[in-house]
């Protein structure tokens, strides 16, 4: 068996990157979101360098939308010498099909997959421990999110019985990305137009093969223009909260 350098196993990385990022359309009218810029460069490039910073080098990006401007901004831009593998997995093809055409990549080992907007500073070496412990199919990255809003309680008469401003604590756990597979995962996918998130997983749920690693760190997906900007006032930062630092 194969290590990185880092002490964590060798495996592929796959990374969603093709999809339209309609709510960012500001940037994505132009170019892929997966290459909307943050502190100088691509969030892309931001999610691959947490990946290596543990040793994890060997990447699959599945492409889509405007996927031939990911392949050139890489072809001037690889100075991490990342084995980066591109794979056209058509614009319209939905997540779970993306995962499914990367099989051939996969040659029927464990492999780490995650989004292209999101990035967290999740130690990389626990999710793997995490994840050859539960024996399952799929461990899922989850994360809180703390309520932009204040919380009303309303009782009787609608009144307010309790106000919380902006709670975290005990809220919904949700779907962070940055998961572990194994490869029997693509048995749940059955063609181009199946949603990893839908059936799946759901399904993998049933079967008690989905486990969630709790990570209570930081973690933001790029969904609109705040998350962008907010994201870029922290790459441009002294101590960017994604940047691994051993």
């Not at 181009?192 to 930081?218: M, V």
């Amino acid at each position: 068996m194969a290590f990185s350098g880092d002490g964590g196993i060798c495996m592929k990385v796959l990374i969603l990157a093709g999809g339209l990022g309609t709510r960012l359309s500001e940037e994505t009218d132009l170019i892929p979101k997966p290459l909307v810029k943050i502190g100088g460069k691509p969030i892309l490039w931001h999610i691959m360098k947490r990946y290596s910073a543990f040793g994890y080098n060997d990447f699959v990006i599945l492409l889509g939308y405007k996927g031939h401007m990911i392949k050139e901004y890489f072809a001037n831009n690889n100075e991490n010498n990342w084995d980066i593998t591109f794979l056209d997995t058509g614009q319209k093809t939905d997540t779970g099909g993306r995962i499914k055409r990367a099989a051939q990549h996969i040659d029927n080992q464990t492999f780490m997959l995650t989004y292209g907007d999101g990035l967290a500073d999740i130690n990389l070496i626990q999710l793997l421990s995490f994840h050859q412990k539960h024996g399952g199919l799929a461990t899922m990255t989850s994360v809180q999110l703390a309520s932009r809003f204040g919380i009303l309680e309303i009782g009787d008469e609608e009144r307010v019985t309790q106000f919380k401003e902006k709670p975290k604590e005990n809220e919904a756990w949700i779907n962070g990305g940055f998961f572990i597979c194994e490869p029997g995962i693509l048995n749940y996918i059955k063609n181009d137009s199946t949603t990893f998130e839908k059936d799946p997983l759901a399904t993998l749920t049933e079967d008690g093969k989905l486990f969630t690693y709790r990570h209570h760190g930081f973690w933001k997906c790029m969904d609109t223009l705040r998350d962008k900007r907010e994201l870029d006032e922290l790459a441009k930062s002294d101590s960017p909260p994604w940047i691994y630092k051993k």
